[in-house]
């Protein structure tokens, strides 16, 4: 069984910076894509950010020059460096790993931006 644990939540100023982190435990084979999704109170989950097993990258409009995606395959974990950050980012964030042929998802962790 693949658990994913995330870490690097909390409360910061708009302007400031966050690392996300998440890592995968269990028996791992064939890890493809890692990604970042949120979801804010009363909306849908909206991804933010995707890279590859490549390193190929895509990230969403909204974020795209002050978010950095990134991973350490050897240990299994996914980064979101989050810097500029505006009181519209505030949402609960979540990991999403593709492990061929399931996806598995952290449990989430708050991100509130004050302005």
């Known amino acids: 069984q693949v658990q994913l644990v995330e870490s690097g939540g909390g409360l910061v100023q708009a302007g400031g910076s966050l690392r996300l982190s998440c890592a995968a435990s269990?028996?791992?084979?064939?890890?493809?894509?890692m990604a970042w999704y949120r979801q804010a109170p009363g909306k849908q989950r909206d991804l933010v950010a995707r890279?590859?097993?490549?390193?190929?990258?895509n990230y969403a409009d909204s974020v795209k020059g002050r978010f950095t995606i990134s991973r350490d395959n050897a240990k299994n974990t996914v980064y979101l460096q989050m810097n500029s950050l505006k009181p519209e980012d505030t949402a609960v964030y979540y990991c999403k790993m593709e492990v061929v042929p399931y996806d598995y998802w952290g449990q989430g962790t708050q991100v509130t931006v004050s302005s």
């Open positions: 890279i590859t097993s490549g390193g190929t990258t």
């Open positions: 269990g028996r791992i084979f064939n890890l493809n894509a």
